[in-house]
């Protein structure tokens, strides 16, 4: 079984996503808006768009937390 963080790191580097304040900006951003399709897809009733939505959501979030982590002062 593969690790999905693994993945997405090496994605995220693939993509030249380095971990940094601005990046994470922009997961937020990506989050806030497949959240924003999730809620056109259920106000339509579009069962496929709430997928890609979900999923999208998922995905995002993933690589969002390894650089949360790096560049959040709690």
Same mark, same amino acid.
Request: proline share 3%.
């Given at each position: 079984?593969?690790?999905?963080?693994?993945?997405?790191?090496?994605?995220? !580097?693939?993509?030249?996503?380095?971990?940094?304040?601005?990046n $994470?900006?922009? $997961?937020? =951003?990506?989050?806030?808006e497949?959240?924003?399709?999730?809620?056109?897809?259920v !106000?339509?009733?579009?069962? *496929?768009?709430?997928?890609d939505?979900? *999923?999208?959501?998922?995905?995002? !979030?993933? =690589?969002?937390?390894? *650089?949360? $982590? !790096?560049h959040?002062?709690?």
């Amino acid at each position: 079984m593969t690790n999905v963080f693994e993945d997405v790191n090496k994605f995220g !580097t693939a993509c030249d996503q380095p971990a940094s304040e601005a990046n $994470y900006k922009m $997961y937020l =951003g990506l989050i806030d808006e497949e959240f924003n399709e999730l809620l056109d897809a259920v !106000t339509i009733d579009d069962k *496929v768009e709430q997928l890609d939505a979900l *999923v999208d959501i998922l995905v995002v !979030t993933m =690589g969002a937390i390894p *650089v949360s $982590y !790096t560049h959040l002062t709690l």
